[in-house]
């Protein structure tokens, strides 16, 4: 089955600048990868996706990378705000899945610091 | 538009007990899908309903199981419950068929098994 690694597991930036989380995942048939962000005591909420048809998407100050060939995707978040702390998730689903079924990373706890 | 809802919030159970949770979807949603979430891990697929029916299963032994009701809202059901049960249990409602794939948490449920 799919797997999924997620780095780093903690971490904090100044902020302001900028936060890069990477995955790799192990299904070369996998075509569908959502980020989501999970706050205290709440359950994950999606904030960007990517297919395997497109190589970059952005919203605002999220932006998700797809390598298909390296099986790799980052998030990056610019102009990082107070407001981003939390655990971020990334995922990964296959079409015999559904894209319904996902394997999600281990998350990382990313902090931002006034 | 309502979110999804998870009841009960919390609760605590001693092994061998049995657990009954729930979830309402998100209204215009027919699939319900369940994660559990470990202390400091990422969401494990448990499985999926669509129209009323088991439609994809995790790594999870049978004492797992579930239901969907035509309201498309759904109970996990955990039998013999074991110490490594207590986690946050995810539901998560989508437009099944759509091709979307976007899933909508809840806030989940956390077990205890003392």
């Known amino acids: 089955g799919e797997n999924v690694e997620q780095h780093p597991s903690t971490l904090s930036v100044q902020e302001g600048d900028s936060a890069v989380i990477k995955c790799t995942y192990s299904?070369?048939?996998?075509?569908?990868f959502p980020w989501y962000k999970q706050e205290l005591g709440k359950g994950p909420q999606l904030i960007i996706d990517i297919r395997s048809n497109v190589g970059e998407k952005k919203d605002q100050r999220i932006a998700v990378t797809l390598n298909k060939t390296a099986k790799h995707f980052s998030l990056h978040i610019t102009e990082t705000q107070p407001e981003d702390s939390a655990v971020y998730f990334c995922?990964?689903?296959?079409?015999?899945?559904?894209?319904?079924?996902?394997?999600f990373g281990t998350g990382t706890r990313l902090t931002i610091i006034p | 538009e309502t979110g999804v809802t998870q009841s009960p919030t919390h609760l605590i159970k001693t092994r061998g007990q049995q657990v009954t949770l729930r979830c309402s979807s998100q209204s215009g949603h027919n699939t319900v899908s369940w994660y559990q979430q470990a202390l400091g891990q990422g969401p494990q697929f448990i499985f999926q309903y669509y129209r009323e029916e088991e439609n994809g299963r995790g790594n999870f032994p049978p004492r797992f199981s579930g239901l969907q009701f035509p309201n498309y809202s759904s109970e996990l059901n955990v039998n013999a419950l074991e110490l490594d049960d207590s986690a946050l249990y995810l539901c998560?409602?989508?437009?099944?068929?759509?091709?979307?794939?976007?899933?909508?948490f809840g806030a989940g449920s956390r077990l205890t098994v003392l």
């Open positions: 998560a409602s989508s437009m099944g068929g759509s091709g979307a794939n976007v899933l909508t």
């Open positions: 995922a990964a689903s296959t079409p015999s899945d559904g894209n319904e079924k996902l394997t």
């Open positions: 299904d070369s048939a996998s075509n569908y």
